[in-house]
């Protein structure tokens, strides 16, 4: 078989492609040259395929050595080949798996029996024939006619060792998915995670919206924008960073249950948790603090894993997890105190905090207030030791700008964050819905951007004014779809749940 390692392997195996390149191409010179098209715009209508799943569902009780009598058409790439004397047996795969063809020389004629020979790994063919399962019980489709549908031109790597390197995976997804099952289950189960996110809410009476993803100001979180220009406008838009805000209008324009499934961009660090684009769900229910939240969260992800997962019990990083309910619930002040030792509270002198900090090695920006230096030990010394899934609660009011205050308990605010797997899962929390506290916070944050924090919210006057007219008590969640997908699958980076990651391009290099 002539399958080889994929590009950016080794210079010998780069040199073995181009040669093997140069043979597909003069075959595919010759089919030109003979009147063929190797590049058929149609092969059958899709009510007319059948899928490789489908059949081993429907001939599941063949006995080894018979035929059904039943003639079908099937497609897919060609995977793999075996020549016995005047017969050949080959693989070809679908989007439901695999089905074998048969292939012989007295049913198809000697000249057709050549031409399938000739083909290639990693073409595209549609055969019909006759529903078989062979004497060694493999299902099967005695082909009586085949098309070669689209030619391969370059050879696919090698099955087991083409892919070893991480980066070439995510570079050229399409052979990820094509040689490695496993890749093909990730991006499945994400699907998945998708539509039963979709149908917990819709079963709720939620309604899924689309809401701009250029915005004239980045809001409904702190993060570093990405900036573009709209020529015919005239102005500079940024790639949203949350839906946030545009989701609240809806709430003052009447709506009681919206969510969106939607992509956000922010200009920061890429990690093995961290995409500069990637996927969340946020949701507003109007009426609703966030103790109700907390409950109908734990509802959903529970239901949503279980449904993906086929149960509670998952595995990430060798660590057993439980998604059994209900989770723990504790303060971030406990948290701190419970799993770093550290005993303070937002009152605490800021040249404490401050040094409490610099003894850890946690790194603050110049502007960091009391709040802001809890959020980063937290963060940096308690949220990677929480596995089992824990609601952290009571945020500062100085990282939560749109959360409601938590009464009785200056500079903190009714917010929460789901941790599982040592990540947050999901953020919620108590809106705020007073306009003029609203625009204190607002200029708070523009202080902060104006000492030179990239991340600060900006001033936002038009939500303020959609504030002025009344928005109704209300609670929103924002549930991180990749780290989700993270957990059901126990992929523990996130460019492996989403299918064709960001990546520095390669220096020198003209193929991906």
């Given at each position: 078989m002539e399958q080889v390692e994929t590009p950016g392997g080794t210079g010998e195996s780069a040199e073995r492609e181009n040669e093997l390149m140069k043979v597909r191409r003069s075959k595919l010179q010759r089919m030109l040259d003979s009147g063929a098209e190797p590049f058929k715009p149609l092969y059958k209508s899709p009510q007319e395929i059948a899928l490789s799943g489908r059949l081993h569902e429907q001939f599941?009780?063949?006995?080894?050595?018979?035929?059904s009598g039943k003639t079908v058409s099937v497609a897919g790439r060609l995977m793999a080949r075996r020549e016995h004397g005047k017969a050949a047996f080959a693989d070809l795969s679908d989007s439901g798996g695999k089905i074998q063809l048969i292939l012989r020389q007295d049913l198809l004629g000697e000249e057709a029996?050549?031409?399938f020979l000739d083909l290639d790994i990693g073409d595209w063919v549609g055969a019909s024939g006759e529903v078989v399962r062979s004497k060694r019980g493999e299902l099967s489709v005695a082909a009586g006619s085949f098309e070669l549908l689209s030619k391969?031109?370059?050879?696919?790597?090698?099955?087991?060792?083409?892919l070893k390197d991480r980066e070439t995976r995510y570079r050229q997804r399409y052979l990820d998915l094509l040689m490695n099952?496993?890749?093909?289950?990730v991006l499945e189960a994400r699907t998945a995670v998708v539509r039963e996110l979709r149908r917990f809410l819709d079963d709720r009476g939620f309604m899924e919206v689309e809401t701009p993803m250029l915005q004239p100001i980045p809001g409904g979180a702190t993060a570093r924008p990405f900036v573009t220009h709209h020529n015919a406008l005239g102005m500079d838009l940024y790639l949203r960073i949350a839906p946030e805000l545009y989701l609240k209008r809806l709430l003052v324009g009447g709506y009681d249950r919206v969510y969106e499934i939607n992509r956000n961009f922010r200009n920061e660090g890429i990690s093995a948790r961290h995409s500069p684009e990637f996927t969340m769900l946020e949701a507003y229910v109007a009426f609703v603090d966030y103790r109700y939240l907390m409950d109908f969260l734990e509802e959903m992800i529970v239901t949503v894993v279980e449904r993906v997962h086929g149960g509670g019990e998952l595995e990430f990083a060798g660590e057993p997890i439980s998604m059994t309910r209900p989770w723990r619930r504790l303060t971030m002040l406990e948290a701190l105190s419970e799993y770093a030792g550290i005993d303070v509270d937002l009152e605490a002198d800021p040249s404490r905090l401050k040094s409490i900090a610099e003894d850890n090695g946690v790194e603050l920006p110049p502007a960091a207030g009391s709040g802001w230096i809890v959020a980063e030990l937290y963060e940096k010394l308690v949220e990677p030791r929480l596995m089992q899934p824990t609601f952290v609660v009571d945020y500062p009011e100085e990282i939560s700008p749109l959360a409601r205050g938590k009464p009785g308990s200056p500079g903190l605010t009714e917010r929460f964050e789901i941790l599982v797997a040592g990540q947050e899962i999901a953020n919620a929390f108590s809106e705020l819905t007073d306009p003029v506290e609203q625009r204190r916070r607002f200029e708070q944050q523009a202080a902060k951007a104006a000492a030179g924090d990239e991340e600060a919210h900006r001033v936002d006057e038009d939500f303020i004014a959609a504030l002025e007219y009344g928005m109704p008590p209300a609670g929103g969640i924002g549930v991180g779809v990749d780290r989700l997908a993270m957990l059901v699958t126990g992929c523990q980076n996130i460019r492996?749940?989403?299918?064709?990651?960001?990546?520095r391009p390669r220096?020198?290099?003209?193929?991906p």
């Open positions: 599941e009780g063949l006995e080894p050595g018979s035929g029996y050549r031409e391969s031109l370059r050879p696919l790597p090698e099955k087991w060792h083409g099952p496993r890749a093909r289950e492996d749940v989403i299918i064709f990651p960001h990546l220096e020198g290099r003209s193929t």
